[in-house]
Structure formats: structure tokens, C-alpha cells
């Protein structure tokens, strides 16, 4: 099974390139398993850094994140079929928009995990561009109600995830496209590259 986590700054497109790749390859016979983004689902149902604290709320959404792939990766033994890839919106690594690195070494330490052990874990990482970055004009928060940030926010956290993630040899950057679509074929293309690693 390959494993896909999908990064990247808000206005990326990524929830949407998720349900495509995950369509696609449903089509395609494959068993698609997905971890959907795990701060949305928090802040969704009332849980917020003003209620716990910032570093808190931080690590209660890497706890979960490691905590749902643990039990998926469990659930995907169970699938016989040989063609199954896993779907990751985030992982604890994305809290570096964020934080310094110092501040999440402590906080994996404490959830007894490591950068470098999670940044290896997956087959591809994909860094979806906010489209603030290449079309301003097309970056909007009415799609994501949780979504507050301006613009040169939003490309500001986009950039602290590309360092975040600089050290990865499996990391690909897709760039912003007017169409969302050619960015989606654009993901599909570097998972293909991917899966014929086999």
C-alpha cells in the first residue's frame, strides 16, 4: 500500500484533489482509505486554540492524527485487494505553520514519535500551492468557514510548509492553476510515477 499525505496552504484545493484522487482510483478498483484533515473536524465541532491554548490545541490535533492512522493502518491489513493507497489530509508535521521545530520535537517526544519517523512514512508527499500565491485574484475564504486568513497569511503558513517539509526526497510541490482540475491531473500524474515503484 502506498501512503499519500497531502500538504500544503489554505486555498490549495485540498480537500477537493482528495475526493478526485480518491474517485479516480476508486474507479480504478483500488481499496482508497483517507484520513481527512483532523483541525477541521476539531474546530467543526467546537474545539479551538482559545479554548485549550495554542500549544494544546496543537497537540491534541497530533495525537489524533496519529491515533486515526494507527487504526487505518490496522484496517487496511484487512483488505485483500493488492491495489490500496491511504490518503492523508495532513499530519503532525503541518503544525509547523505554526510553531518552530523545536516546539514540535517536544511535543512528538511527549507523544512518543519523531519528525523524521513520520516525514519517512510516506510513499509521496504532495505541497498543493495556495492559489494566493500564483492568482490572488481567485483566493477566497467563502468555500471554508473556518478559513480566516488573508492572503499574504495564507502564503506565508503555504512557504512555512514547504520548509517544513524541505527535507523529504518524496516531496512534490504542485503549483497553483486557474483550473483546479489541471492541478488535480497534475496529482494523479505524480502518484501514478509513485505506484509503479511497485
Do not use: W
Not at 11 to 20: H, P, Q, R
Not at 94 to 119: G, H, P
Not at 129 to 157: H, M
Amino acid at each position: 500500500m502506498k501512503r499519500i499525505l497531502f500538504t500544503g496552504g489554505a486555498g490549495a484545493g485540498k480537500t477537493s484533489t482528495i475526493e478526485y484522487v480518491k474517485d479516480y482510483y476508486e474507479n480504478k478498483g483500488f481499496d482508497v482509505f483517507i484520513i481527512n484533515e483532523v483541525p477541521t473536524m476539531l474546530l467543526n465541532n467546537g474545539f479551538n486554540s482559545r479554548r485549550c491554548g495554542k500549544l494544546e490545541f496543537l497537540e491534541l490535533v497530533a495525537k489524533i492524527e496519529l491515533y486515526l492512522r494507527d487504526i487505518l493502518e490496522k484496517e487496511t491489513k484487512k483488505s485483500s485487494n493488492e491495489n490500496k493507497i491511504m490518503l492523508i489530509d495532513k499530519c503532525p508535521i503541518d503544525n509547523m505553520a505554526f510553531i518552530k521545530r523545536e516546539e514540535l520535537d517536544k511535543m512528538l517526544e511527549r507523544l512518543d514519535m519523531s519528525y523524521y519517523k513520520i516525514l519517512n512514512s510516506f510513499d509521496l508527499i504532495v505541497h498543493l500551492e495556495t492559489i494566493a500565491k500564483d492568482y490572488p485574484e481567485q483566493y477566497t475564504n467563502k468555500n471554508n468557514k473556518n478559513r480566516t486568513l488573508d492572503k499574504e497569511l495564507a502564503i506565508e503558513r503555504n512557504d512555512r510548509l514547504l520548509d517544513a517539509y524541505k527535507e523529504s526526497e518524496k516531496r512534490v510541490i504542485i503549483k497553483g492553476y486557474k483550473n483546479i482540475k489541471d492541478k488535480q491531473e497534475k496529482v494523479i500524474e505524480e502518484i501514478e510515477k509513485v505506484l509503479k515503484e511497485r
